[in-house]
């Protein structure tokens, strides 16, 4: 099996429903479900699959990751805002909507807080 195949079935053992129709091409994916998907598994060591993802999707989002490009590009550092309380989250939502077998594995890789991961009311 090719390390790109076993990338996939792995994280597609640990997503929840939703990212695995969004990675398998059941539901089409929007631009911050792009940007999610490329951190986790980017965050998760899975580098042929984030680049396979990159590859796949790129030209689909093409004018978004212009913009972003051009703002990087204008901005000086000092004005950078901190991503990672969005990053958080997605780890945190990624976790809580995986197979429940695979979440405590992901909350230790992660260094999530199991209270992070529990279901809310909607409020």
Known sequence: MRQEDMERFAF???????DKALIVG???MKF???E?????????????????????L????KEQLDAFCRL????????Y?????????WLAGFCAEAPEEAQKYLR????????ETKPTDGT
């Open 36 to 56: 999610r998907l490329s951190y986790i598994t980017d965050y998760l060591g899975l580098s042929r699959l984030n680049i396979e993802i990159c590859n796949q």
């Open 12 to 18: 597609l053992s640990l997503c929840g429903k939703r």
């Open 58 to 61: 790129s030209g689909q989002f």
């Open 81 to 89: 805002t901190d991503d990672s309380g969005i990053q958080e989250k």
């Open 108 to 115: 230790r890789v992660m260094g999530i807080d199991e209270e």
């Open 72 to 79: 990087i590009e204008q901005e000086e550092p000092e004005e």
């Open 32 to 34: 911050s479900d792009f």
């Open 26 to 28: 059941e539901e089409k």
